[in-house]
């Protein structure tokens, strides 16, 4: 890893081998949340080891309660998402044992999770195991290696953050808590589709982000005042989401007049079309897997 001297942030990193395998591009691997890369940008390695090994040092984040799944936040504030198998959240956390609890600190090559590859090949879609960032808005680059690899030893990818946009990513914008939210799954809010969620919701980040692409997607066109008195919000508000769209390529913006006034009409781009019913099937994916 390069930090700059000035800031102390990273700016290149490698991730070493999590299993000893052959490495898989990650848009191959038989399952769109990660083909698509709807996660992040990653890796998948077909695993010859049945040891899960850290590929950074760093902290564990997150350990899912089937015991399939470990996140790693490095101290840059990058996430790197650890998923062994296809659909092994079924099994329960049967054939696998974790190694590690959240909050502990762990260094390359530790132990993370062992698992029994006889089982998960027997009870799972596929022993594909994933490595993603999670957070991948921060990366400037990322390099997948190819071929055999070893866990612990060799590396699998490299990749570059530009210098402060972890500590920006952290610093703006506020958080807002809903209420308590009843999820009736019992095996609980999967990685995937938790991850696909937060990656979507950068786009359409508020009520407001998605009252306009939903009015733009029943009409072919709309004007500004229309908009206001839809959504019901101030003339400020409104304009700086707009922009924000606009700049997205979700949204674009056509200048008139009505005599001698002003008439701007927006309407969705096929980008913006394509990216809100992408994330309306996220939805609806996600809600039928825990019914």
């Known amino acids: ?123 799972a879609k596929s022993l594909l ?21 070893t866990a612990g030893a060799d590396v699998v990818a490299e990749l570059s953050v530009a210098v402060g946009e972890v500590a920006e990513s952290e610093s703006q914008g506020r958080s807002v808590t809903s209420a308590a939210i009843l999820v009736p799954n019992p095996t609980g809010l999967h990685a995937r589709p938790a991850a696909v969620l937060a990656n979507m919701a950068k786009k359409f980040d508020s009520r407001i982000r998605l009252g306009i692409m939903s009015a733009l997607m029943v009409n072919d066109s709309i004007n500004f005042n229309d908009l206001k008195a839809l959504i019901q919000v101030t003339d400020g508000n409104l304009a700086s989401h707009i922009k924000a769209l606009e700049e997205s390529g979700y949204i674009k913006v056509q200048k008139g007049f009505i005599g001698r006034k002003t008439n701007t009409l927006y309407s969705a781009t096929r980008a913006g079309e394509k990216a809100f019913r992408f994330h309306l099937d996220a939805l609806e994916q996600m809600i039928k897997k825990m019914n």
Request: charged share 20%; proline share 6%.
């Open 1 to 123: 890893m390069r930090t700059d001297a000035a800031t102390g942030l990273m700016t290149d990193f490698r991730l070493v081998a999590p299993l000893t395998g052959l490495i898989v591009p990650i848009e191959q691997v038989p399952d769109p949340v990660f083909a698509q890369k709807m996660i992040g940008e990653g890796i998948s390695i077909d695993p010859l080891s049945d040891r899960l090994l850290a590929p950074c040092d760093g902290v564990v984040a997150h350990l899912h309660p089937s015991h399939h799944a470990v996140t790693i936040r490095t101290t840059g504030g990058l996430e790197v998402l650890l998923h062994i198998g296809l659909d092994t959240v079924q099994m329960r956390s049967d054939g696998f044992t974790p190694k590690v609890s959240v909050g502990d600190e762990v260094q390359t090559g530790d132990e993370l999770i062992a698992f029994d590859l006889d089982k998960v090949a027997t009870n």
């Open 129 to 149: 195991t994933q490595m993603v960032i999670a957070n991948s808005d921060l990366l400037t680059s990322f390099t997948p290696r190819k071929g055999l690899v």
